[in-house]
């Protein structure tokens, strides 16, 4: 079919109308270009303490997914330790006396699948809890 075809030709596949020109508009995408020193400075501005990765990519016009892509980058390649990609931060643990050991009273536990309930009163190991959900669900 060439430019001056009659026929205006669907995603689908179907004709319909007439079309007397065709126009194909070429030249740069807006997909930007950047290079490996600017990557590694974004990256690096992502590490600092207290830093959003949304917010840094939304100052350097990029996603936050470009930056998460670039950083495990650089770190398959050796240039960013696994830690500095993810820096967690936990509130200290603050302890005022010792621990007293106490009786823990007995918990009742009641856990409903569907229209099964599971129901304990006493302790019960959580690899058997598991194995009796797991059957739970297998019979349904």
């Given at each position: 079919m060439g430019l001056d075809s009659k026929k205006d030709v669907h995603f689908d596949?179907?004709?319909?109308?007439?079309?007397n020109r065709l126009e194909v508009l070429e030249g740069p995408s807006r997909r930007r270009v950047r290079s490996e020193a600017e990557r590694a400075r974004i990256v690096a501005e992502s590490l600092l303490p207290g830093a959003q990765v949304s917010e840094v990519a939304r100052k350097h016009g990029a996603t936050r997914w470009q930056i998460y892509d670039w950083r495990r980058r650089f770190r398959q390649r050796g240039m960013l330790s696994p830690c500095e990609a993810s820096q967690p931060t936990f509130a200290p643990l603050v302890v005022e006396g010792a621990l007293e050991e106490r009786q823990v009273p007995a918990i009742k536990l009641e856990i409903a699948i569907g229209d099964v309930?599971?129901?304990?009163?006493?302790?019960?190991?959580?690899?058997?809890?598991?194995?009796?959900?797991?059957?739970v669900r297998a019979s349904r």
């Open positions: 596949g179907s004709t319909t109308g007439s079309v309930v599971l129901r304990t009163d006493v302790a019960i190991h959580a690899e058997q809890l598991s194995r009796v959900i797991r059957a």
